[in-house]
């Protein structure tokens, strides 16, 4: 059974950083997407960096140059580092994993989701 197990968020006071990581069983994640999505209360899921299962990585405009996004495919692992917080990135952050070895930010193209990290970020 593929499951997917998020760690490391937090509460953290504005620009402050934070990592989070996600582990992964039983494939290889170099032959799908994986993502970050997040969810703050009243608001939909939305994307925030992505990398295809070639390495190309891709981030939603309001993180771009303070969140990165990383794998090891050995260890099945997936990070993001996100620094420069602001209390607007205070959400639920999800790992998951896409149908296919190229992303795309629609939610409903990904197909295994972990559980969540809370992330909450004070002015």
């Known amino acids: 059974q593929v499951q997917l197990v998020e760690s490391g968020g937090g509460s953290v006071q504005a620009g402050g950083s934070l990592r989070l990581s996600c582990a992964g069983s039983?494939?290889?994640?170099?032959?799908?997407?994986m993502a970050w999505f997040r969810q703050a209360p009243g608001k939909g899921r939305e994307g925030v960096a992505l990398v295809d299962a070639f390495g190309g990585t891709r981030y939603a405009a309001s993180v771009e140059g303070r969140f990165t996004i990383s794998k090891d495919n050995v260890k099945n692992t997936l990070d993001l580092q996100m620094n420069s917080l602001k209390p607007e990135d205070t959400a639920m952050y999800y790992c998951?994993?896409?149908?296919?070895?190229?992303?795309?930010?629609?939610?409903?193209?990904?197909?295994?989701w972990g559980q969540g990290t809370q992330v909450t970020v004070s002015s």
């Open positions: 039983a494939y290889s994640y170099n032959s799908y997407c």
């Open positions: 998951t994993r896409g149908a296919s070895r190229s992303c795309a930010w629609a939610a409903d193209m990904y197909t295994i």
